[in-house]
């Protein structure tokens, strides 16, 4: 971890630095390839929204296309549309929509039911598929909770001791007892961005399986499952992807090992034949094997019109967008924040660093509810992080400055 301490020893309200850093700030924006999907959002007036890595803003097409599923689909066209408005096919059909911004081909990504449930069907799945004999399933240990909780579980259902790796030791870590390998992309309190490509390698060469968590990345950066060769992933879709509250989550199986995944909550929409009642179970071949009961079609058609607003989007250039985001956050923050009143903790690399800011500093929950009533949404995670999401459909440069001025005259 990466832990700058700011100390540039300057007025923290310089009138100059003031001046100036608007000035960039205005010219970013101008100059800003992204700055108009910022329509695609409702967002409410005044509000600098750095929490789109918790919960992604409204895309603006999302209350008209409920209401029509709603109206039309479930009232007038009741069990028809399971067929006639494509529910049935709904999990796949969004999956391939996801699939480009994780570099998936299609056929690949499921989407249904809440990350952590995903997490279990992809660990017991790989565990699975792991080579006999192996006895090990490694764990990022600092994971978010719920990774750690699932990956216990899956490890005493599947038989194999869990061994929880800080992920700087996680490649030093595997080896021929190695079954499966559990990491996040991007640590959810940090921001830091763990290596994919590498840690897959490093898996691969010791003859494990992978599974990656994308919750922090999908939607901020490339992540290329496919070129990198990942066996299994999971992510959710209400953060960066803005499918709204509870939106279902996505599972990727590699198509390598669909023919062999052996699904742990084999439900009767991973049936090869879902409606010919068989009391024998058979899976279906393909994505839709990871599928379990019938799909959440609210939420599930909320995120399918929430993706609209992916339309035309180079995800390299959100990419390119956040780290400048990010960037030119931490420069205001260092500018308007006197010295040795936060602690940046997220990497200044930017091969190291996700799409979020995590500044440590003490009274961090008071800091956090002070910054909201200023209208500067971020939030706070235990015991002294606080945490700055820059989602660059949506967020702009000047909002990275006003949220810096304001941090400076709470601490001013
Ligand atoms: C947000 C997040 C989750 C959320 O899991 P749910 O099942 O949707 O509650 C899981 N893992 C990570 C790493 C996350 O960031």
Known sequence: ???AILQDPQDPQDPQDLQDLQARAARLDA???????????????????????????????VPGAVADVVHRQWGELLIRSWDESGWWTAPERIGDRIAPLIGAAPGQVTVGDSTSVNLFKALVGAARLAAPGRTRMLVDATTFPTDGYIAASAARMTGLDLVPVDPSEAAAAMDDR???VLL??????????????????AAHAAGALIVWDLCHTAGALPVGLDAHAVDLAVGCTYKYLNGGPGSPAYIYVAERHQGAFDSPLPGWNSHAEPFAMT?????????????????DILSMLALESALD????VDIEA????SLALTDFFLEC?????????????????HARRGSQVSLRTDGARAVMTELISRGIVGDFRAPDVLRFGFTPLYVGFADAERAARTLGHIFG
């Open 333 to 349: 923050v260092a500018a308007y924040v006197p010295a040795g009143a936060v602690e940046v903790v997220t990497p200044l690399e």
């Open 1 to 3: 971890m990466s832990d």
């Open 31 to 61: 100059e800003d390839p992204l700055a108009k999907h910022r329509e695609r959002f409702t967002l409410p007036e005044g509000v600098v929204y750095l929490d789109g890595n918790s919960l992604g803003a409204l895309p603006a097409g």
């Open 318 to 321: 959100v990419r390119a967008k």
């Open 178 to 180: 190695t079954a499966v």
């Open 309 to 312: 607003a992916w339309e035309d």
């Open 184 to 201: 996040n992309h991007v640590d959810y309190r940090t921001g830091r961005l763990h290596d994919l490509p590498a840690l897959t390698g």
């Open 279 to 295: 009391p024998e179970y058979a899976p279906a071949q393909g994505a839709a094997r990871a599928r379990v009961g019938t799909p």
